[in-house]
């Protein structure tokens, strides 16, 4: 085991010893650089060396941060990531497919903890007549069906989004992505302190992945913080510069989120359906 990785296993006992949250958040995960002088290490040590890429910095409206869902992923998926780092580099995804037999082969080489020390969430949010929407959108870097080689077994990047529907500062409508489609969306989603949807990124059957609320039993939660997982947030008005925010809406080729004008209206208008009544998914006022 080398020293950088017995030091992150040791600063994770250390944390999740202090943590007063029920919402494990990547903050939490990843070592902060007072606790790595502590140890020993150098605290420029950073996410790039644990071969992932880096993240934005976290930033987002009040709004967005506010209704910000948490995520729980079942144990044949990836977790999500980083999409693209703060110079512009893009997250190439994983081409080659898992070996060996489900579940561990679906979620091979996407499913480290530092999958998660290094995430971003993307935000964008629209409000008009009384209505806020909020897309949510997660970035992963397979979405694998079965194992091995054969053809058609998945394909590299997966991008998943959840739209928060909110009236009078209470979340009324949550719809998760699956397939582009709604088919989980609900008016009385399962919350975790009265703001945050709880979404549990899953394999749809014999489809691939996608994300849908949270039944009861998986608030025995699967991921490795063993607490439902908070992201850093990077909302639409916060990046650092509008050409960071151009290049991760275009991404790579059909891999993009729909974050860009014309797919976000389209989202928002399919994810409300007749349940938003007075809410125009076309426009910011």
């Not at 480290?112 to 007549?129: G, I």
């Not at 979405?143 to 991008?159: K, T």
């Not at 050409?243 to 399919?270: I, W």
Request: proline share 6%; aromatic share 8%; glycine share 8%.
């Amino acid at each position: 085991m080398s020293s950088l990785t017995a030091a992150f296993i040791v600063g994770a006992a250390v944390l999740s010893g202090v943590r007063a949250s029920p919402v494990a958040s990547a903050n939490a995960a990843v070592s902060t650089p007072s606790f790595l002088t502590t140890i020993g290490l150098d605290p420029e040590v950073n996410i790039t060396k644990r071969d992932v890429i880096g993240r934005l910095p976290n930033g987002a409206d009040d709004i967005e941060h506010r209704f910000q869902p948490v995520l729980d992923f079942d144990g044949d998926g990836c977790y999500y990531t980083s999409a693209m780092d703060d110079q512009g580099n893009l997250n190439n995804g994983i081409h080659n497919p898992g070996d060996g037999v489900p579940p561990g082969c679906l979620a091979q080489n996407c499913r480290e903890e530092n999958r998660l020390q290094s995430n971003n969430v993307y935000s964008r949010a629209r409000c008009n007549n009384g209505w806020c929407a909020i897309m949510y959108e997660y970035y992963f870097e397979k979405d694998q069906l079965i194992c091995g080689p054969a053809w058609g077994n998945g394909h590299p990047h997966d991008w998943e989004h959840v739209i928060v529907f909110v009236q009078d500062d209470q979340v009324k409508r949550v719809a998760p992505s699956c397939h582009n489609e709604y088919p989980t969306a609900t008016n009385e989603p399962r919350l975790h302190d009265g703001t945050r949807a709880k979404i549990v990124y899953h394999k749809d059957g014999a489809r691939t992945h996608c994300v849908r609320m949270a039944a009861e039993a998986d608030d025995d939660i699967e991921n490795y913080t063993g607490e439902w997982f908070l992201g850093e947030l990077v909302g639409w008005n916060h990046y650092p510069t509008v050409d960071l925010r151009t290049k991760l809406v275009n991404f790579h080729q059909d891999a993009k989120p729909k974050l860009n004008d014309a797919d976000f209206a389209a989202a928002l208008k399919a994810a409300a359906g007749d349940q938003v009544p007075g809410f125009n998914p076309d426009s910011d006022s």
